[in-house]
Structure formats: structure tokens, C-alpha cells
């Protein structure tokens, strides 16, 4: 155990002092001027994916930011499924992370937020439920793949849970981005509105099943 937790300790130096080294390059990251600095799809793909999984180790990159910046350089049924690879890539690499950090770093995150202690508590009850609703209120996508990691969950029943939750959010932004660069035109619109209409759907049902409420919450 004691090796164990120096390894834990060794990492975490480690990764702070990548993070202190590199700051000021860090900063200047331009996540679109990346993603379209090169005119080969299958580069574009491969570097959008890179960005997710160093979004894992570095949180300061806004996920909505990735979500339209996908849309802006690709074709959306493209960016859609890139953009659903890369949140899965990014939430599955700090979902394992948090199950190195372990039940002691549960503690004290949920020690400094009271409503994020109550989830967890829920989540021992039904995870996947829960799971889900942490996706969707506003809650940072990072801590939460970190604390569900750490607190024993499935990882088979987290991901399904977590991309159902995550879903009309990313198809919301990849839009976005798409019409930024592209015309918006009624497959886009369509596409968006059933998004929603599923995912509200998947509200209703889970709320009149008593599973679990917002205001427990």
C-alpha cells in the first residue's frame, strides 16, 4: 500500500511539473487554428482525438470549445462522431484516473461541495441514474469522470450513462460550429431537434420512474 500511494504521489509531482514547465506555451493554445492546421481529414481526425485525450490530463480546455470547434472543420455527421470518440476517450482516461486516485480523493472533493456529497450518496444507490444526471447539470465533466472513477463504479454502466447524458449537448455545440462555417440547413435543424426530443424523453421516463428527481439534487 505504501508503494502504492508513493507511485500516486510520484505521478501527481510529475504531471505538476509538466503543467508549471509548460504553462505560459499552454496558454497560448489555439484549439481551432490546431484542429484546422491541416488540410488532410484523417490528420484533422487524429489531432481533434489528441486534444481530447490531453483535455483528460489538462481541464482547463472548455469542453464546448472542442464540441464546436469539431463542428467548424468538418463535415457534422464527421464532427459528430469525432466529437462522441474524443468525449468518450477524454471521460474513460480520467474515469480510470480517479479509480487510481481512489476513495480518499472522493472524500475530499466532496468534503468542499455539498450538493456533488449528495450525488455520490445517490450514486450508491442507483449509479446509473446518476451518473446520468451528473452529465447533465453543470457540473465540470472532468471532476465528475474523476469522483465516479474513484467511488467503485462500473465502468460498462458509467460510459452508457455518461454518453446519453452527454449526447444532446455535443450534437447542441457541433452544430454550433458547423453552421459557423457552413450553411445551417434543415437536416442540421432536424438532426438537433430530435436530439432534444430524445433526450427529453429519457428525462421523462427516468423522473416518472421515481429513480431519481433534480431536487435531490
Do not use: C
Amino acid at each position: 500500500m505504501k508503494k502504492y500511494n508513493l507511485l500516486r504521489l510520484i505521478i501527481l509531482v510529475l504531471g505538476l511539473l509538466i503543467i508549471f514547465f509548460t504553462w505560459r506555451d499552454l496558454g497560448e493554445i489555439n484549439v481551432k487554428d490546431i484542429i484546422s492546421g491541416s488540410e488532410n481529414v484523417y490528420k484533422r481526425i487524429v489531432i481533434a482525438l489528441s486534444l481530447y485525450a490531453i483535455k483528460s490530463v489538462l481541464f482547463f480546455i472548455p469542453i464546448p470549445v472542442l464540441y464546436i470547434s469539431v463542428g467548424m472543420f468538418f463535415p457534422l455527421y464527421i464532427a459528430i462522431i469525432v466529437n462522441l470518440l474524443g468525449v468518450t476517450l477524454e471521460i474513460t482516461l480520467t474515469f480510470f484516473y480517479g479509480r487510481f486516485l481512489g476513495k480518499d480523493f472522493v472524500e475530499k472533493v466532496t468534503d468542499k461541495s455539498a450538493k456533488l456529497r449528495k450525488g455520490i450518496e445517490l450514486n450508491q444507490q442507483n449509479d446509473f441514474i446518476i451518473t446520468f444526471f451528473l452529465r447533465m447539470i453543470p457540473f465540470g465533466i472532468e471532476l465528475v469522470s474523476l469522483v465516479l472513477g474513484a467511488s467503485g463504479n462500473y465502468y460498462h454502466r458509467y460510459i452508457i450513462a455518461s454518453l446519453m447524458g452527454i449526447t444532446p449537448k455535443l450534437i447542441v455545440f457541433s452544430v454550433i460550429g458547423n453552421a459557423i462555417t457552413n450553411s445551417l440547413n434543415i437536416g442540421s435543424i432536424l438532426l438537433f431537434t430530435i436530439a432534444i426530443l430524445i433526450w427529453g424523453i429519457f428525462v421523462h421516463e427516468l423522473k416518472k420512474r421515481d429513480y431519481v428527481t433534480f431536487s435531490n439534487l
